[in-house]
């Protein structure tokens, strides 16, 4: 239906939160939130102090906080920063006993020596006679023991511990790279290539160091002397091909202490009883500078300017949308419609990227950004490119939009176009059921200025005491249940603020009303929830939820004309700068439109289109189900949505497994569904009727919360197991397993798809989905789902690459190997389809393809900070964005592989939240017939023949609809909708 979809699901933006990469969201510092306790340090009585490391319990606040204020204590990480590394690379492993390291991240994240720094301290200090006393030693030979190496400490060098959020503050560690102006990069995981692999695991090699010997991608644990001098704790001389000793933390505070990058670099989750992964701590680094594990000739520098920035980018793609409406090519009522989409995508877009923003600033964490602006350049960046499409956008609605409405019979009118009839009639209505509900406020000494929920309608009321001759303000908030357009006569509608505006003498009796103006605010509504923290994290969320509606404001509307005292009045209450108030010509919040767009005109609309049952999955069409499971022994299907229905489809694999009485178990994740699912009543039915059923329900998807938390608890008064996911990381992956008894065996039945369970939005969210009855792809989501619902640790799959353990190495490794094919005169080429492509590592690595000839496309809908184009760098690349009646939704990945095509499929974005911070799957496609298809789709889509956006290296997009002859191009889903019809009546 529409490219970015409407509020209810919110994924279609599918944005990433800003909020997500301060350093108060839960996923970024799960790293090193009880870091504040430096493992080295001692006592008030001399004796070594024993920390959370060594005996294995959590340290206390007030402990925590006492170290980070006291200077004399340090951890040796931070000492080290200073020290020489030996000439000889050893193995070493940490004094503690326990397991635990002095540590805290400060050891070298990428695994190569760093330059020596010269001591601080000129003034050796004697010996320590004893390991007890040795806390204040600085002799700069090595320890004779594991207390001595760790308690060597000097009071006048001593740098004060630092956490993992005490860096995040100082904008040190930004875990998605967005904020960190730099290409983000996995501390402690090279882009080695993999010594050994399967399809979605990804294994670090150890790299040969100078001196020969081999060195893991961690760094152990070092102690360090108040002089700056490096002293092993324990030394052992590695050999030639020898890895050193695994390094096992004991508690929470160990695990922060000692880094063990996983196949992403990522810190393993302090306390997360999964053993799984948070989101990597990340290291700035100059743009365009070689990571360690570069391939040979993937060390050339890049230029600095290679990012674009992706708020500018995700303003064009609302743009590009805003084009829609302006298009007269477009049916009138879908123009409408898309009016309403832009107005709501800009809510979403303050709401959590501009709030972020703002928070990240107000605290000091924001750093440059990956496009080289700096936060108050992108404010500023924000600011004035939506004030621009606001004003573009209101005069596309009453210059164009409104009066071609009104000359098909549809009239969007204000109070005083109104017939006096029609007054006379809305005054009715007025009385009947709009004027109980309203609540005046008054503002005075005795009333304090109200608070004013974000995205709500408001008048800002002047009236005078006619006694007195004073001067009042009130405020009137719009009930949000009205009816946004009120009908007075057929086809004849009005803002229902007119009618109340209209009708303030009844709301002020005795009083003069002067002035009224309407104005609108919003908020800063992203969630943060302690993960980490919270007992329960349902009701922790519902919590948030409660807090959610009295975020900063980050926007105020008004309308044009409004008085300059009440607008003073409203910024000092709502205490909000000037340059976040947008005046545009009424009626505000046009994201009501979407009323008037389904009203019954279909000669307004895009010609209906019915989806029909896959061929694949039923030869004919019949009003009975095909029978899934028998259709599924036969072959795999490829599901392409809307085109082919999702209700005989998906919808009918979980109604069947739930009423078969040989199926034993569902698994089912749920991120986002409709509020009378289908889905959740068959899993309901299944688990009443005795079967196995696992829900995985993501309580956290964004707007979806409270919905979600109704679903859980739904779906376990039924006798569902449901569970949240893991601690620090969204589920965003889109499975279902059905294991099912067929004679003396079991065999599994899966579906992986692109887009959530949501039956209504299936009908114009274009996606992607895979059943399959193939056992490895069983297998393999029975491997995840018990990682999702219990403690295992599994890291390979046969056939999937999962976020975040796999899935970005795995797709840089294929895009690396076309580099290889194209080198070797084999077929190379990389083609792709995401909502947005932010991930600077995969960006980089995409470069790098073109920079050696290898062909690639991309296809997106959204956000893209890859730059096309640029000669030297980026000439083999082209980016195409395609919108329409329906929302580009799926993710594909294709590689030609020297003529061996590679195609995958899947949840997962190119961006840092995605690849970082969720569980998100892909699937090999394994049926050559579903590969072609496939890869004709993305050759289709990104062709020059096909009506397109065209991104260029300046970062803007420039429409292609017609041809040179002025004949319209292709448009892919008008096309493919037609061969669906073709196929249906070959079929009949």
């Given at each position: 239906?529409?490219?970015?979809?409407q509020?209810?699901?919110?994924?279609?933006?599918d944005q990433?939160?800003?909020?997500?990469?301060?350093a108060?969201?839960?996923?970024?510092?799960?790293a090193?939130s009880?870091a504040?306790?430096p493992?080295?340090?001692a006592?008030?009585?001399?004796?070594p102090?024993r920390?959370?490391?060594?005996t294995?319990?959590?340290?206390?606040?007030g402990?925590?906080?006492?170290s980070?204020?006291n200077?004399?204590r340090?951890?040796?990480?931070a000492?080290?920063?200073?020290?020489?590394?030996?000439?000889?690379v050893?193995?070493e492993?940490?004094?503690?006993?326990?397991?635990?390291?002095?540590?805290?991240?400060?050891?070298?994240p990428?695994?190569?020596?760093?330059?020596?720094?010269?001591?601080?301290?000129?003034?050796?200090?004697?010996p320590?006679?004893?390991?007890?006393?040795?806390k204040?030693?600085?002799?700069?030979?090595?320890?004779k023991?594991?207390k001595?190496a760790?308690?060597?400490?000097?009071?006048?060098?001593?740098?004060t511990?630092?956490s993992?959020?005490?860096?995040?503050?100082?904008?040190?560690t930004?875990?998605?790279?967005?904020?960190?102006?730099?290409?983000?990069?996995?501390?402690g995981?090279?882009?080695?290539?993999?010594?050994?692999?399967?399809?979605?695991a990804?294994?670090p090699t150890?790299?040969a160091?100078g001196?020969?010997?081999t060195?893991p991608?961690?760094?152990?644990?070092?102690?360090v002397n108040?002089?700056?001098?490096?002293r092993a704790?324990r030394?052992?001389?590695?050999?030639?091909?020898?890895?050193a000793p695994?390094?096992?933390?004991?508690?929470?505070?160990a695990?922060?202490a000692?880094?063990r990058?996983?196949?992403?670099?990522a810190t393993p989750?302090?306390?997360g009883?999964?053993?799984?992964?948070?989101?990597p701590?990340?290291t700035?680094r100059p743009?365009?500078a070689?990571?360690?594990?570069?391939?040979p000739?993937?060390?050339?520098?890049?230029?600095?300017?290679?990012?674009?920035?992706r708020?500018r980018?995700?303003?064009?793609?609302?743009?590009?949308?805003?084009?829609l409406?302006?298009?007269?090519?477009?049916?009138?009522?879908?123009?409408?419609?898309?009016l309403?989409?832009?107005?709501?995508?800009l809510?979403?877009?303050?709401m959590?990227?501009?709030?972020?923003?703002k928070?990240r600033?107000?605290?000091?964490?924001?750093?440059?950004?990956?496009s080289g602006?700096?936060p108050r350049?992108?404010?500023e960046?924000?600011?004035?490119r939506?004030r621009e499409?606001?004003?573009r956008?209101?005069?596309?609605?009453h210059?164009?939009v409104?009066?071609?409405?009104?000359?098909?019979?549809?009239h969007?009118?204000r109070?005083p176009?109104?017939t006096e009839q029609?007054?006379?009639?809305?005054?009715?209505l007025?009385r009947?059921k709009?004027f109980p509900v309203?609540?005046?406020?008054?503002v005075?000494?005795?009333?304090p200025?109200?608070?004013i929920?974000?995205?709500?309608?408001?008048?800002a009321?002047?009236?005078?005491?006619?006694?007195t001759?004073?001067?009042?303000?009130?405020?009137?908030?719009?009930p949000?249940?009205?009816?946004?357009?009120?009908?007075?006569?057929p086809q004849?509608?009005?803002?229902?603020?007119?009618?109340?505006?209209?009708?303030?003498e009844e709301?002020?009796?005795?009083?003069?009303?002067?002035a009224?103006?309407?104005f609108?605010?919003t908020?800063?509504?992203?969630?943060?929830?302690?993960?980490?923290?919270?007992?329960?994290?349902?009701?922790?969320?519902?919590k948030?939820l409660?807090?959610?509606r009295?975020?900063?404001?980050?926007?105020?509307?008004?309308?044009?004309?409004?008085?300059?005292?009440?607008l003073?009045?409203?910024?000092?209450?709502?205490?909000?700068?000037?340059?976040?108030?947008?005046e545009?010509p009424?009626?505000?919040d046009l994201?009501?439109l979407?009323a008037?767009?389904?009203?019954?005109?279909?000669e307004?609309?895009?010609?209906?289109?019915?989806?029909?049952t896959?061929r694949?999955?039923?030869?004919?069409e019949?009003?009975?189900?095909?029978?899934?499971?028998?259709?599924?022994?036969?072959r795999?299907?490829?599901?392409?949505?809307?085109?082919?229905?999702?209700?005989?489809s998906?919808?009918?694999?979980?109604?069947?497994?739930a009423?078969?009485?040989?199926?034993?178990?569902?698994?089912?994740?749920?991120?986002?569904?409709?509020?009378?699912?289908?889905?959740?009543?068959?899993?309901?039915?299944?688990a009443?009727?005795?079967?196995?059923?696992?829900?995985?329900v993501?309580?956290?998807a964004?707007?979806d919360?409270?919905?979600?938390?109704k679903?859980?608890?739904?779906?376990?008064?039924?006798?569902c197991?449901?569970?949240?996911?893991l601690v620090?990381?969204?589920?965003?992956?889109?499975?279902?397993?059905v294991?099912r008894?067929?004679?003396?065996?079991l065999?599994r039945?899966a579906?992986?798809?692109?887009?959530?369970?949501?039956?209504?939005?299936?009908?114009?969210?274009?996606d992607?989905?895979?059943l399959?009855?193939?056992?490895?792809?069983g297998?393999d989501l029975?491997?995840?789902?018990?990682?999702?619902?219990?403690?295992s640790?599994?890291?390979?799959?046969?056939?999937?690459?999962v976020?975040?353990r796999?899935?970005?190495?795995?797709?840089i490794e294929r895009i690396?190997?076309e580099?290889?094919?194209?080198?070797?005169?084999?077929p190379?080429?990389?083609?792709i389809?995401?909502?947005?492509?932010?991930?600077?590592?995969v960006?980089?690595?995409?470069?790098r393809a073109?920079?050696?000839g290898?062909?690639?496309?991309?296809?997106v809908?959204?956000?893209?900070?890859?730059?096309?184009?640029?000669p030297?760098l980026?000439?083999?690349i082209r980016?195409?964005?395609?919108l329409?009646r329906?929302?580009?939704?799926s993710?594909?990945y294709?590689?030609?592989a020297?003529?061996?095509s590679?195609?995958?499929l899947?949840?997962a974005?190119?961006?840092?939240?995605?690849?970082?911070?969720?569980?998100?799957?892909l699937?090999?496609?394994a049926?050559?017939a579903?590969?072609?298809?496939?890869?004709?789709?993305?050759a289709?889509?990104?062709?020059?023949?096909?009506?397109?956006w065209?991104?260029?290296?300046?970062?803007?997009w420039?429409?292609?609809?017609?041809?040179?002859?002025?004949?319209?191009?292709?448009?892919?889903?008008e096309?493919l909708?037609e061969a669906?019809?073709?196929?249906?009546v070959?079929n009949?």
């Amino acid at each position: 239906m529409s490219p970015e979809a409407q509020p209810q699901p919110s994924d279609p933006v599918d944005q990433e939160p800003v909020g997500a990469i301060e350093a108060s969201r839960p996923a970024d510092r799960e790293a090193g939130s009880d870091a504040g306790v430096p493992p080295g340090g001692a006592g008030r009585s001399g004796a070594p102090r024993r920390t959370a490391a060594r005996t294995g319990r959590r340290a206390a606040p007030g402990r925590a906080s006492a170290s980070l204020a006291n200077p004399a204590r340090r951890t040796s990480a931070a000492r080290a920063r200073g020290a020489a590394r030996p000439d000889t690379v050893s193995a070493e492993v940490p004094a503690d006993p326990a397991g635990a390291s002095d540590a805290s991240g400060a050891a070298d994240p990428t695994g190569t020596a760093k330059a020596a720094e010269p001591a601080k301290s000129a003034k050796p200090a004697k010996p320590a006679k004893t390991a007890k006393s040795a806390k204040t030693t600085t002799s700069t030979k090595p320890a004779k023991s594991a207390k001595s190496a760790k308690t060597a400490e000097s009071a006048k060098t001593a740098k004060t511990a630092k956490s993992v959020k005490s860096a995040k503050s100082a904008g040190t560690t930004e875990p998605d790279g967005e904020a960190a102006g730099k290409p983000a990069r996995d501390t402690g995981t090279p882009d080695a290539a993999p010594a050994d692999r399967v399809d979605g695991a990804v294994r670090p090699t150890r790299r040969a160091t100078g001196s020969g010997t081999t060195r893991p991608a961690a760094v152990s644990s070092r102690t360090v002397n108040s002089a700056g001098a490096t002293r092993a704790a324990r030394s052992v001389k590695a050999p030639t091909g020898a890895a050193a000793p695994p390094i096992k933390p004991s508690s929470r505070a160990a695990a922060v202490a000692v880094r063990r990058p996983g196949a992403n670099g990522a810190t393993p989750v302090n306390g997360g009883a999964h053993g799984e992964v948070a989101a990597p701590r990340r290291t700035p680094r100059p743009a365009g500078a070689a990571r360690a594990g570069d391939r040979p000739g993937e060390r050339e520098e890049l230029p600095d300017d290679r990012f674009l920035d992706r708020e500018r980018s995700w303003l064009g793609f609302n743009e590009r949308v805003l084009e829609l409406a302006e298009d007269p090519t477009t049916p009138l009522l879908e123009r409408a419609r898309f009016l309403g989409i832009f107005a709501g995508n800009l809510d979403e877009f303050f709401m959590v990227r501009v709030a972020g923003l703002k928070r990240r600033i107000a605290t000091g964490v924001a750093t440059r950004a990956a496009s080289g602006h700096q936060p108050r350049e992108v404010l500023e960046i924000i600011w004035n490119r939506t004030r621009e499409l606001m004003t573009r956008h209101a005069a596309c609605y009453h210059e164009r939009v409104a009066p071609e409405l009104a000359e098909q019979g549809i009239h969007l009118l204000r109070w005083p176009e109104l017939t006096e009839q029609e007054q006379t009639r809305l005054f009715s209505l007025f009385r009947r059921k709009i004027f109980p509900v309203l609540t005046p406020l008054a503002v005075d000494p005795a009333h304090p200025f109200p608070y004013i929920s974000g995205l709500s309608l408001n008048l800002a009321v002047v009236v005078r005491n006619p006694s007195t001759g004073h001067k009042h303000f009130a405020r009137v908030k719009v009930p949000p249940l009205l009816t946004r357009f009120q009908e007075v006569s057929p086809q004849r509608y009005v803002p229902v603020e007119d009618v109340i505006a209209a009708h303030l003498e009844e709301l002020f009796p005795g009083m003069e009303v002067l002035a009224h103006h309407h104005f609108r605010v919003t908020r800063n509504e992203d969630l943060e929830v302690e993960e980490d923290d919270a007992e329960n994290l349902l009701q922790a969320l519902e919590k948030e939820l409660l807090r959610r509606r009295f975020g900063p404001p980050v926007r105020l509307e008004v309308e044009e004309g409004i008085d300059p005292e009440v607008l003073d009045l409203l910024l000092r209450e709502l205490k909000i700068s000037g340059n976040e108030v947008y005046e545009v010509p009424g009626p505000l919040d046009l994201t009501g439109l979407s009323a008037i767009a389904d009203l019954d005109r279909p000669e307004l609309k895009y010609p209906k289109f019915i989806a029909g049952t896959h061929r694949d999955l039923a030869e004919v069409e019949s009003a009975s189900p095909p029978d899934i499971f028998a259709a599924l022994r036969e072959r795999d299907v490829l599901l392409h949505h809307p085109y082919d229905s999702f209700s005989t489809s998906v919808q009918a694999f979980v109604e069947q497994a739930a009423a078969d009485p040989d199926v034993l178990a569902i698994k089912q994740t749920l991120y986002r569904t409709s509020g009378d699912s289908p889905i959740v009543d068959a899993l309901i039915d299944a688990a009443e009727s005795g079967k196995q059923v696992l829900v995985l329900v993501e309580i956290k998807a964004r707007f979806d919360e409270q919905a979600n938390i109704k679903w859980a608890r739904k779906l376990v008064e039924a006798g569902c197991h449901v569970v949240y996911g893991l601690v620090g990381l969204k589920t965003h992956c889109k499975l279902s397993l059905v294991v099912r008894q067929e004679g003396d065996n079991l065999r599994r039945y899966a579906h992986i798809g692109t887009g959530n369970y949501h039956p209504k939005t299936a009908r114009f969210y274009e996606d992607l989905g895979l059943l399959t009855a193939d056992p490895e792809v069983g297998a393999d989501l029975s491997d995840l789902f018990n990682r999702l619902s219990g403690y295992s640790r599994r890291e390979t799959y046969r056939r999937l690459l999962v976020a975040p353990r796999s899935l970005r190495d795995g797709l840089i490794e294929r895009i690396r190997r076309e580099i290889v094919h194209h080198r070797a005169g084999r077929p190379a080429g990389v083609r792709i389809k995401v909502n947005s492509l932010v991930d600077e590592r995969v960006i980089d690595a995409l470069y790098r393809a073109s920079r050696a000839g290898v062909p690639v496309d991309v296809w997106v809908r959204g956000i893209c900070a890859l730059r096309p184009g640029v000669p030297g760098l980026s000439e083999n690349i082209r980016v195409r964005s395609v919108l329409g009646r329906f929302l580009e939704h799926s993710r594909v990945y294709a590689f030609a592989a020297g003529g061996e095509s590679e195609v995958w499929l899947g949840s997962a974005d190119l961006m840092h939240r995605n690849l970082d911070r969720r569980i998100e799957v892909l699937v090999r496609v394994a049926d050559p017939a579903h590969r072609s298809a496939l890869t004709r789709l993305l050759a289709t889509g990104t062709a020059d023949s096909t009506a397109s956006w065209h991104l260029g290296p300046d970062g803007e997009w420039t429409r292609h609809a017609v041809d040179a002859d002025g004949e319209p191009l292709r448009n892919i889903q008008e096309t493919l909708i037609e061969a669906r019809r073709k196929r249906r009546v070959g079929n009949a």
